[in-house]
């Protein structure tokens, strides 16, 4: 059973930064691309940003995009998501996931694995 831990989270004013880190229990965890989604309440999961295995592609949704910042250190099995000039409408729960493609990463489809998520609160 693949694990995931999520950290980083938080309450934050707006503007401010955080840093979530993600580290799943894989054995290759070099050969998955990764992803981050959302899910506010009342609301639908939605998709963040996504990073291939070799982390040279990076995916991120509009609303997100120029803020924040996926990248993954391979040596050290983790995945980042640097959040920058957040905002109230960034509070949400956030997780990480494993994706079993390199395509399709927008989507929930290729993702195989998920963490608990972790809270980001950000005030007004």
């Known amino acids: 059973q693949v694990q995931l831990v999520e950290s980083g989270g938080g309450l934050v004013q707006a503007g401010g930064s955080l840093r979530l880190s993600c580290a799943p229990s894989?054995?290759?965890?070099?050969?998955?691309?990764m992803g981050w989604f959302r899910q506010a309440p009342g609301k639908e999961r939605e998709f963040v940003a996504a990073?291939?295995?070799?982390?040279?592609?990076?995916y991120y949704a509009d609303s997100v995009k120029g803020r924040f910042t996926i990248s993954r250190d391979n040596a050290k099995n983790t995945v980042y998501l640097q959040m920058n000039s957040l905002k109230p409408e960034d509070t949400a729960v956030y997780y990480c996931?494993?994706?079993?493609?390199?395509?399709?990463?927008?989507?929930?489809?290729?993702?195989?694995?998920w963490g608990q998520g972790t809270q980001v609160t950000v005030s007004s």
């Open positions: 996931a494993t994706a079993n493609a390199n395509s399709g990463l927008y989507y929930p489809t290729p993702y195989e694995y």
């Open positions: 990073i291939r295995w070799s982390g040279t592609n990076t």
């Open positions: 894989l054995r290759r965890f070099s050969y998955y691309a």
